[in-house]
């Protein structure tokens, strides 16, 4: 048995995949607590674990996030208000993560493993504190797509596939070059909380997120992320975790008309957070596929969402709509995902082998939509408010090439050769023995 740490950063898309690891080690018969928000602590208990919250200066809710940072609404999405996050969201908290780190290790828990989110900067601060050896093991769980700079592939941020021909390398150098640049602000800023911690950032903060832990285990395969050939030793492809286990939910009641469908059924969600404007994406796919010989299952993600878009007048015959629709039991029926693109869900519509039409923007949406078109498992509508027509077109070329079904499946045969959840317990029992 181990002792194992699991941290997390209070966002709700940080701590599910985290209690996901937290649970799975807990059947495994590890000993474990989950260091994250308060607001968390009945779902880390459901999960089997111990829950420590943050302190104050680290813990926040995640759902009301202009109380805790005002200002941050009125900032525009993109690499302004990622700016904003590096330094205030993400960055401040990292002295008071790292002492409560300390703290639990020396006082209550002296764990041999801490796994955490990569943007959880206490267990980078923990791992630059001492080397390996005099420290618990530190592995990061990549919950989206790497963030290190690479001559083979574009900076994040930019929302583009790797360039192709002679002189891409050299391109790739000057554009992370330029992210750099407009960095320079939060890298000072992050260094100097790093140095309140007591410890010094080896460099360029995007890299460090992966090449700084002893481990760093990518929840993704390897065709679904632009090649590198400069990916640290620590760098392991794992696959995507396992879709969260859920208490029973009772179908919708037109739940049969879904298993005797003839027509094709497309899927449409806003993810499980980001959907409080169904109007953004849901209410778009609903008027888009109103006259197509498909069935259209909206899953608002939200008890009062069938009632929210109703209300906006009388729905197609070939949609239905529901709260909270599970996903498991929907996409072996699905023939294509019209999706926000939360890393998660992308991959456990590919984990069926459902294609997917994204549409997104915010946090990493536009970078996962790219790749999602990249690996050819789907379209990239390049907005999080698309129009009716481009969604329908978009859905409708998916649904008439075979290619994207294919490649859909291609992934999902390349996600069951791996095992994100027997790789962790592998690092852990080694890092016990």
């Known amino acids: 048995m181990a002792l194992v740490i699991a941290a997390a950063t209070p966002f709700h898309g940080h701590v599910q995949p985290v209690l996901t690891v937290a649970a799975d080690l807990v059947r495994r018969g590890h000993e474990v607590v989950v260091l994250t928000g308060s607001r968390f602590a009945e779902d880390v208990r459901a999960a089997g674990a111990l829950h420590v919250s943050l302190p104050p200066a680290a813990d926040f809710d995640d759902r009301r996030l202009e109380q805790h940072f005002p200002g941050r609404a009125a900032l525009p999405t993109g690499p302004v208000q990622l700016d904003y996050d590096m330094k205030y969201v993400f960055g401040d908290p990292t002295a008071a993560q790292y002492q409560a780190l300390r703290t639990l290790l020396a006082r209550r828990f002296p764990a041999s493993v801490v796994i ?39 900076p994040i941020g930019l929302g583009m596939p790797p360039l192709l021909g002679e002189g891409a390398k050299k391109r790739h150098r000057e554009m992370n070059d330029q992210v750099k640049e407009a960095f320079a602000g939060a890298q000072r800023h992050i260094e100097e909380n790093f140095r309140g911690s007591g410890t010094e950032l080896p460099g360029f903060i995007l890299d460090c997120l992966a090449t700084v832990p002893d481990h760093y285990l990518q929840l993704t395969v390897p065709g679904f992320e632009y090649p590198r050939g400069d990916l640290p030793p620590s760098f392991r492809f794992v696959g995507p975790l396992p879709a969260a286990p859920r208490a029973p939910r009772p179908l919708p009641e037109w739940w049969a008309e879904v298993e005797c469908a003839r027509q094709p059924v497309v899927a449409v969600t806003q993810g499980s957070f980001d959907n409080r404007d169904l109007g953004r994406l849901v209410r778009p796919a609903i008027e888009a596929l109103a006259d197509q010989d498909v069935l259209v299952v909206a899953a608002t993600g939200r008890a009062d969402g069938p009632a929210e878009i109703e209300a906006g007048g009388p729905m197609p015959a070939n949609v239905r709509v529901g709260g909270y629709v599970p996903f498991d039991a929907l996409l072996p029926y699905a023939s294509v995902l019209v999706t926000n693109g939360g890393y ?46 481009a969604v329908r077109d978009a859905v409708l070329a ?36």
């Open 344 to 389: 998660g869900g992308v991959h456990q519509a590919l984990r069926h082998g459902v294609p997917l039409v994204v549409g997104g923007d915010g946090e990493d949406k536009p970078e996962v939509a790219a790749r999602v078109q990249w690996s050819g498992a789907g379209l990239d509508l390049r907005t999080g408010q698309p129009s009716p027509e």
């Open 116 to 154: 955490s989110d990569p943007l959880f900067l206490g267990t980078t601060a923990l791992a630059l504190s001492a080397p390996p050896g005099r420290r618990p093991v530190t592995v990061g769980l990549g919950i989206t797509m790497p963030t290190l700079l690479s001559e083979d592939a574009p």
């Open 398 to 433: 998916v649904l008439g090439e075979p290619g994207y079904h294919a490649r859909a499946a291609g992934l999902r045969a390349e996600i069951e050769r791996h095992d994100a959840l027997d790789a962790i317990a592998e690092v852990v029992a080694t890092a016990a023995s």
